[in-house]
Every structure is written in C-alpha cells, then in structure tokens.
C-alpha cells in the first residue's frame, strides 16, 4: 500500500517555474513506477510524465518534453517535478500516482495509487 501527498503547486507567470514534490508512505516505493498526471477543467487527466522504479528511465509527453523533468529519491521516498518555462496551458490539477509495477508505465490503468492533487495555475 502507497499513500501520497503532493505539495509544491501556486500561482506563476508565464515563463516561471514551479517544483512539485510527492511525499509516499509505504514500504513498496523504490518498487513502483511513478508518474505525474494533470487534469485541466473540463478535460481528461493525461500522463505528464513517468518513471521506473529504480529511476533510471523516465517518460515525458510532448507538450512538457525539455520543460518538465521527473525524479525520484527512494532512499526518501519522494518524487518531484521540476516545471519550467510554465505556459498557461500547463494549467492543471496535478497528480502524482504509483503504478503496480516496476517498470516504466504510460498507461493510465496501470497506476492504483493516487494523491489528492495540487493546483498549478499559470497566467499570461
């Protein structure tokens, strides 16, 4: 069992950044993926980015490839986003989730473990 808790999102300009942390419970962390999903209003949640359990692979979408980097320190169990060069579509409700397994997983269905979100609102 995972339990996560995100922290880290506000209000930015356009051109700013932000740092998203995940804290997790749990003894299970290290042997995850983990991935940041956001949820725009009125649109689906969409993987952000992804990584494997060890930390040695990692997946961006193309809208935040070059922007966003995801990283994860086991031996503290937390995971982060750093956001750059935020844009006013980066707006969102972001989630991070654990996975049920190891590997690097893009989909969706895969994760079963989510925290209660953190808004990230960018403005022009």
């Known amino acids: 069992q995972v339990q996560l808790v995100e922290s880290g999102g506000g209000l930015v300009q356009a051109g700013g950044s932000l740092r998203l942390s995940c804290a997790a419970s749990?003894?299970?962390?290290?042997?995850?993926?983990m991935g940041w999903f956001r949820q725009a209003p009125g649109k689906e949640r969409v993987l952000v980015a992804a990584?494997?359990?060890?930390?040695?692979?990692?997946y961006y979408a193309d809208s935040v490839k070059g922007r966003f980097t995801m990283s994860r320190d086991n031996s503290k169990n937390t995971l982060s986003l750093q956001m750059n060069n935020l844009k006013p579509e980066d707006t969102a409700v972001y989630y991070c989730?654990?996975?049920?397994?190891?590997?690097?997983?893009?989909?969706?269905?895969?994760?079963?473990?989510w925290g209660q979100g953190t808004q990230v609102t960018v403005s022009s």
């Open positions: 989730a654990a996975s049920s397994v190891m590997r690097l997983t893009t989909a969706q269905s895969w994760y079963n473990h």
């Open positions: 749990g003894r299970t962390f290290s042997t995850v993926g």
């Open positions: 990584i494997n359990g060890i930390g040695s692979s990692t």
